[in-house]
């Protein structure tokens, strides 16, 4: 984000809004002792919005006009990121000068910034999921610890927080699991055949690893609760053993069950219930990946699709 002609000008103020614009980073830098980068930030952004407004004074700008800017700077080709920030430290600028300088109004109140394109989650294909989780890795007790969370990751859809979260007593070798999610939001999920034989065997090398006193149901190499980022960095290790071009995480895993299961049963409702998403539109994301996927079979199967 680049400031135009009164870059400089902020720093030596002349006019009116100039100066009002100097006084608002100056109480930025020495009351909420804002961090350099962050302030140059807020500088560039001010200086931005004084170069749109030209001639026409601050309070006398109003909604319509931001609007029009922000439109401006997304034809330039800023970010909705970008352009989010900007509109951040326009708005507190403004909520500063109706504070302390008499604004009636906030021009910049209600705007939001274009909705960024919302990437799709990555997952793994079924034939992939396999080659990850169908192996003749050595039967090591952190190795068969590695395999009793992955499984378990994949056939039930857990998040990494609620993985390492589980405890001895929650026994999802039994078949089913209790976990709580986002939002302390509680559900119950079941635990697939060969999760089910990978925990209990898990179960029998936990004996020589964990601590007498140990709750948690995965433990690290000292025997107690393992952390989130230990899950990840095994994981990874995991899948480059076999050769997976994908830089696998825990989450991904997640994206495949959910991939997976929709693509069987086709049943949205069913597949947010596992996951414990409280909006559906959260889940549907996942149609779209399905569609990619049928995409691709179209394109390669249609007689009037292909490249001639």
């Known amino acids: 984000m680049r400031g135009g002609r009164n870059s400089q000008v902020i720093e030596r103020p002349g006019k009116p809004d100039e100066k009002r614009v100097a006084q608002y980073l100056d109480s930025l830098a020495h009351q909420r002792r804002l961090s350099p980068a962050t302030l140059t930030n807020y500088r560039r952004a001010l200086a931005t919005l004084l170069d749109l407004a030209g001639s026409k004074s601050l309070d006398a700008l109003e909604a319509a006009e931001v609007r029009r800017y922000v439109a401006v700077l997304h034809g330039k080709g800023l970010s909705p990121r ?23 109004s906030n021009p910049v ?3 939001r910034a274009p909705k960024a394109a919302r990437p799709l989650p990555k997952a793994l294909t079924v034939e992939a999921a396999q080659r990850l989780l169908e192996s003749d890795e050595g039967e090591g ?13 994949y056939s039930s859809g857990l998040r990494v927080g609620e993985l390492v979260a589980l405890n001895l007593a929650d ?6 699991v209790t976990v709580t999610g986002k939002g302390s939001k509680t559900r119950t999920v079941p635990v697939g055949l060969k999760a089910r034989e990978a925990l209990k065997r898990w179960l029998v090398a936990r004996c020589g690893i964990a601590s007498s006193d140990e709750k948690a149901l995965f433990v690290g190499a000292r025997g107690k609760r393992i952390s989130p980022s230990r899950v990840w960095s095994r994981l990874q290790a995991w899948a480059r053993r ?23 049963s086709q049943d949205l409702r069913a597949v947010q219930e596992l996951l414990g998403h409280a909006s559906i539109s959260t889940t549907q994301v996942y149609t779209h990946l399905d569609y990619q996927a049928l995409a691709k079979v179209y394109d390669a199967a249609h007689p009037r699709a292909k490249k001639k």
């Open 82 to 104: 970008s352009l989010a920030l900007i509109l951040s430290a326009w708005r507190g600028c403004f909520r500063w000068l109706a504070r302390h300088r008499g604004f009636t």
């Open 171 to 176: 026994d999802p070798a039994q078949g089913e």
């Open 242 to 264: 076999r050769g997976l071009p994908e830089r696998v995480h825990p989450h991904m895993l997640r994206h495949s069950f959910a991939t997976h299961m929709l693509q069987s």
């Open 141 to 153: 007790p952190l190795l068969v610890q590695d395999r009793a969370m992955f499984e378990l990751l």
């Open 109 to 111: 109140l209600g705007i």
